[in-house]
């Protein structure tokens, strides 16, 4: 397997999974602590292993994990300063926990196939990007749209739904296509949140 490709699907994939399930479930205030908490400590072993400190599965996991030529635990870092984003400025002003991990599988789904099956079946290059395929793109935006629309429907009709889901999946992966800096662990899943919470009050005060 291309290490991108497994860089994808196992980190963002598995990881983004169990952060977005533990959003959904726990109050707020607990996942924000969880998350500043996690910020503070991949901070911490970066610098000690960017100084050349080793550790027998976290040195495994960052050689696999992060991308070559980047700050060790970089895209780690910038995870983390999003989910304290939109947990501080999303959250703790009333939006639904659903649609905060939502924004989670975004990146867990939507980035992960985009560029892991991107680099397999993508042939026709976006315009004015370097690496994105149609192809890629639009596989990210479906994987985004399936998963975020049936884990909705938990809690929303199917057509409120369907536009939550729409508008997150489109922003999410339109962002991770053009979108440059500070990183797309970070832009993607704030603008995919900003995007499902306007469609979500749109939803409520028009219809």
Request: hydrophobic share 50%; glycine share 10%.
């Amino acid at each position: 397997m291309h290490p991108e490709t497994f860089r994808k699907f196992f980190v963002h994939g598995l990881n983004g999974l169990i952060f977005a399930f533990l959003v959904y479930v726990l109050p707020v205030q607990l996942s924000l602590a969880i998350a500043v908490i996690l910020l503070g400590l991949t901070i911490y072993f970066s610098r000690r292993m960017s100084r050349g400190k080793t550790y027998p599965l976290l040195s495994w996991l960052v050689e696999k994990a992060e991308r070559k030529g980047r700050p060790i635990g970089k895209g780690a870092i910038w995870y983390f300063y999003g989910l304290v984003f939109i947990l501080v400025v999303f959250g703790l002003i009333g939006v639904p926990r659903i649609l905060l991990s939502s924004s989670l599988l975004v990146v867990a789904l939507g980035d992960s196939v985009s560029t892991g099956l991107g680099r397999i079946v993508g042939k026709r290059r976006l315009p004015k990007t370097k690496t994105k395929t149609y192809e890629g793109t639009g596989l990210g935006i479906l994987s985004a749209f399936v998963s975020i629309f049936l884990f909705l429907l938990l809690q929303y009709s199917i057509d409120w739904a369907f536009w939550i889901s729409f508008a997150g999946s489109v922003v999410g992966m339109l962002t991770e296509a053009y979108l440059r800096g500070p990183d797309d662990n970070f832009t993607i899943p704030v603008m995919a949140c900003s995007a499902m919470t306007i469609a979500n009050s749109l939803l409520v005060a028009f219809c």
